[in-house]
């Protein structure tokens, strides 16, 4: 049985992958010090996939914490790298803390896969890299452009660290760029779980639904996009999860071409924010309460992704469709309120 370290194994995307790898037959163990997720996480798991994973609680930017697990866990063989912080606004008033946690983790991690010999690595990036695209769908081999925020920049320099560790190295790496990843686990066991107000649409838009928001407030109607609102390229969590399941078997099996390997994660579409509401109401037959308010700081207009190199190189393709994601993020909302 194949060993897998997933780092904030609890978090969101994490503990959609930690039950995909269970169900396909992995040994996971998980580190995550808590700081945006909650113990019964694991529990849920333990209840979707049969399995409870093995679970260490510490800061995967506290060095010698680091070190230690991997003197005592040397046998891994492979890691996926999802801790880390998230949230773009709170990156531009705190962003020390955002290079410290994010890029610091990623330095002990790889040390210690240079210690120990530990080959694969899978790293969670993000579409924030490639900033407004010159050219639509985006290309993985488009241009980095400079960060809008600390959140965003740390997604570039990790994937520089990565890039020249791999050179100097024997490791083998895939950076996942995902593009804006929504939905939860049919089940409604597991989702995503917003601390405060949420900054992203569907938590907002859930909340709102459920009677937790006023009222949905539509950032900008004036972009240069068929219905005026900006257009992203979603997928469900699940479809991402399992592309984490097949980049670590490539890692493992030796399938890949390159020592580093980058893929965006998407599903190729790009729907409005009231293309996302409309479907919301429609599949959940719910009226959503929302308005249209001045664009919000820091917004690309349009972004999806061209998926034909992780189609075919990587194997992998996004099979959820929009509707799908608006209904397992209401259940997941109206299971978390006690509803469902
Ligand atoms: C952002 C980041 C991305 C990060 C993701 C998750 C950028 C360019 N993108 O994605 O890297 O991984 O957050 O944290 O920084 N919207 C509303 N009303 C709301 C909330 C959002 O209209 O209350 C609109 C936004 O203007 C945007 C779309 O919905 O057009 C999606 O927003 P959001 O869910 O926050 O994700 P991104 O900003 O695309």
Not at 2 to 13: E, N, P, R
Not at 77 to 94: P, Q, R
Not at 137 to 147: D, G, L, Q, S
Not at 262 to 277: K, P, R, Y
Request: contains cysteine.
């Amino acid at each position: 049985m194949k060993k897998i370290l997933v780092t904030g194994g609890t978090g969101y995307i994490g503990s959609h992958t930690v039950v995909e790898l269970q169900q396909q037959g992995f040994e996971v163990l998980i580190v995550d010090n808590l700081s945006n997720s909650n113990i019964e996480v694991l529990d849920n798991i333990e209840k979707i996939s049969g399995v409870r994973p093995y679970f260490e609680n510490f800061d995967l930017a506290a060095e010698a914490a680091t070190a230690d697990f991997f003197a005592r866990h040397s046998d891994i063989d492979g890691i996926i790298h999802f801790a880390a912080y998230k949230a773009v606004g709170e990156s531009m008033t705190k962003p020390l803390a955002y290079y410290r946690n994010n890029v610091q983790s990623l330095i002990n991690i790889m040390e210690a896969m240079r210690v120990h010999n530990i080959q694969n690595l899978v790293f969670s990036s993000s579409c924030t890299v490639y900033g407004q695209p010159d050219e639509l769908p985006v290309k993985e081999t488009a241009p980095i452009k400079k960060a809008w925020s600390p959140y965003g920049n740390t997604k570039q320099m990790c994937e520089e660290i990565i890039e020249f560790t791999t050179a100097a190295t024997n490791l083998k790496t895939i950076a996942l760029r995902y593009f804006n990843p929504i939905g939860a686990h049919e089940s409604a066991l597991i989702g995503e779980l917003p601390l405060g107000v949420p900054n992203n649409l569907i938590p907002f838009i859930t909340q709102t639904a459920i009677g937790k928001r006023e009222c949905l407030s539509v950032f900008g109607s004036d972009y240069s996009t068929p219905d005026g609102t900006a257009v992203r390229d979603y997928l469900h969590v699940v479809d991402l999860a399992k592309a984490h399941v097949v980049a670590v078997n490539r890692l493992i099996n030796g399938k890949n071409k390159k020592n580093m390997e980058i893929f965006n994660l998407g599903t190729g579409n790009g729907f409005s924010v009231l293309e996302v509401i409309e479907a919301f109401e429609r599949i959940n037959n719910i009226k959503l309460n929302y308005k249209i308010v001045p664009r919000r700081a820091g917004d690309v207009e349009k972004v999806w992704a061209d998926t034909s190199f992780a189609n075919e190189e990587l194997g992998w393709k996004a099979e959820i469709g929009l509707d799908e994601m608006m209904r397992t993020s209401w259940n997941w909302e109206k299971k978390l309120a006690g509803k469902a």
